[in-house]
């Protein structure tokens, strides 16, 4: 079939724009033992999946239509035979897909789990892994499939409590073809260093320290730091070769060179440096400066953690609990966060923590998770700060602590957490854990949004349009609420939603009110969704329409919207 015809034929949402990527959605498998769904619903839940992956608009959506027509050109077998990866990759590159959607359910005692693997066709490995855990009824089944759809649209890791790779503090990508004459330790080649004298690798390492850091009666020097790193990297210490590599990678000092950077990361791991193995296995996941290869990110990841270096071990963690390129294996992930841990790294703390309190890979135990998050904190992990805040704020695993709470999220949010700067917003204007504040208030969502946290754009909207520890400012609300949408948080589009509908700041618009509205509902908006509802129950914005008000009032009760409920019950 000729691309140009397919792409008229891709599901689209209004944002979707031509570079948005073409995703192939196959049938939903049941890997039950006992096959209680039926084939008729797992149909219907898959067509369900697709439509609102499309809503999301991160991705052009093959129809389904194309992708029977063409398992029936090439394997002359049903549809819903094409389980196997093999079958999916060959499918969908022939529907010109750039990436391909397996989902999984599996019945658990009274539980459905669906998992959903996003493939990428062009390097055939696995780029995200979703799962989604609830109830087994129809309703429950579809708002899985909601949450399921957020989640894939959206960075893997994008809830606080996620794990995460750890960023490396140096880092750079693994070795690239270098230019005929390169040599490493060229020091003209670094940007022209000053000449130094140092007799050991350790001595020129300890001068190149004092040097970036400005200690022991030494001003800060880059340039002259970096000629000390050069002189002891060729005496083969293995952190003076590491270091350097991180200005050459940064710039710091030196012109950028991110293939030298590789080069020396190299040397520096070969010669026993964890740090550099873990900044090599970073990079390769990343695709910074080499092409990305998680084959060898998680190679290196392995090398340094068995070296003992704590961000290794976290980030290869990370591969096992996402099933990246290497086998997913919640036990195994648990296992390493723990190691990492108990080798110091904070973001390790964070992801053991996380583990823990959600009872993944490992036995539910809030008191450990409790243990972690504190350790992490300590070690000044935001995101084991912030998880640690909400344990003390919700009585987790620890007395009910409302003053601690707020420390702790003023902490993280001092870290450069935006989800804390949110949670510390919150209860500062509610007068919870500290006296009302809601000049202090204001500046913590001011923060939170700066740092690109979509809710905390929708809060500080809402202090701009009620005048809560600023000045009124209706256009300062509807640009706020704006970013804040556009960010993907549903109180954003449903709060802006409610401007437009109620002419605050903007002339009346009840047709882009439901369009808001609908943003919300589909991003997970309670209220949201119950105002589409009323929408459709009274004609406004769109023809009258009671059995899908009905549904979209129920949808608003699902995500615990009280009016909803009612609603849904009366109409």
């Not at 073409?22 to 049941?30: G, K, N, P, Q, S």
């Not at 036990?331 to 390790?348: E, I």
């Not at 618009?509 to 309670?526: K, N, V």
């Amino acid at each position: 079939m000729p691309s140009g015809f397919l792409a008229a034929l891709l599901l689209l949402s209004p944002t979707q724009s031509p570079a948005t990527p073409v995703l192939a959605v196959f049938d939903i498998e049941d890997r039950s033992s006992s096959k209680k769904l039926s084939p008729a619903l797992l149909t219907q839940l898959g067509e369900y999946l697709e439509g609102q992956i499309a809503e999301q608009g991160s991705f052009r959506v093959v129809p389904k239509d194309i992708l029977r027509g063409q398992i029936k050109t090439e394997k002359q077998a049903s549809y819903k035979e094409c389980y196997d990866e093999a079958c999916q990759i060959e499918i969908g590159k022939a529907v010109a897909a750039e990436k391909s959607l397996s989902t999984q359910v599996m019945q658990i005692g009274a539980h459905c789990i669906f998992k959903s693997m996003l493939f990428d066709l062009r390097q055939e490995v696995s780029e995200r892994v979703a799962n989604i855990k609830g109830k087994c009824d129809e309703d429950a089944l579809l708002t899985s499939v909601e949450a399921l759809a957020r989640k894939l649209a959206g960075d893997p890791d994008d809830e606080e409590g996620a794990s995460r790779a750890e960023a490396p503090a140096p880092a750079s990508s693994p070795p690239a073809a270098l230019p005929a004459g390169f040599s490493l330790y060229d020091p003209l080649a670094q940007g022209s260093l000053p000449s130094v004298d140092c007799k050991s690798g350790e001595e020129c390492n300890r001068l190149g320290l004092d040097y970036r850091d400005s200690r022991n009666g030494r001003s800060r020097d880059h340039a002259r730091a970096n000629a000390y790193f050069l002189a002891g990297c060729r005496l083969d210490h293995a952190d003076a070769c590491n270091t350097l590599g991180f200005s050459a990678e940064h710039g710091r000092g030196m012109t950028t060179d991110q293939p030298r950077a590789a080069k020396l990361y190299q040397r520096a791991c070969d010669l026993g440096s964890g740090q550099a193995c873990s900044n090599m296995g970073y990079l390769y996941e990343s695709g910074v400066g080499v092409d990305k290869s998680y084959a060898d990110a998680s190679r290196f990841y392995r090398k340094a953690c068995d070296m003992g270096w704590g961000s290794g071990c976290s980030n290869l963690g990370v591969m096992h609990e996402a099933g990246r390129f290497v086998r997913e294996d919640l036990s195994l992930a648990a296992s390493l966060y723990d190691k990492a841990c108990g080798l110091g790294s904070a973001n390790g703390c964070a992801n053991r923590g996380y583990m823990l309190e959600e009872g993944r890979g490992t036995k539910q135990d809030h008191v450990g998770a409790h243990k972690a998050y504190s350790k992490g904190c300590d070690g000044n992990s935001e995101r084991a700060c912030n998880n640690l805040a909400r344990l003390y704020e919700l009585g987790r695993g620890v007395a009910k602590d409302l003053p601690k709470a707020v420390d702790l999220y003023e902490k993280a949010c001092n870290l450069d957490n935006g989800k804390s700067c949110k949670s510390l917003a919150r209860l500062v204007r509610d007068g919870k854990g500290r006296p009302k504040d809601l000049g202090a208030a204001f500046r913590a969502y001011e923060k939170s949004c700066r740092l690109g946290f979509a809710d905390g754009c929708a809060g500080l909207a809402f202090a701009y349009k009620e005048g809560e520890g600023v000045t009124k400012d209706y256009a300062k609300a509807i640009e706020y609420n704006g970013k804040a949408c556009e960010g993907r948080s549903n109180r954003g589009c449903t709060n802006l939603g409610f401007m437009y509908e109620r002419a605050i700041g903007v002339p009346k618009d009840l047709g882009r009110a439901l369009e808001l509205y609908r943003q919300g509902c589909t991003l997970g908006s309670g209220a949201g969704c119950a105002n589409v509802g009323y929408f459709l129950e009274v004609g406004w914005g769109a023809p009258k329409n009671l059995a899908e008000a009905k549904k979209k009032y129920e949808q608003g009760c699902r995500l615990g919207n009280d009016r909803g409920c009612k609603k849904a019950k009366d109409l």
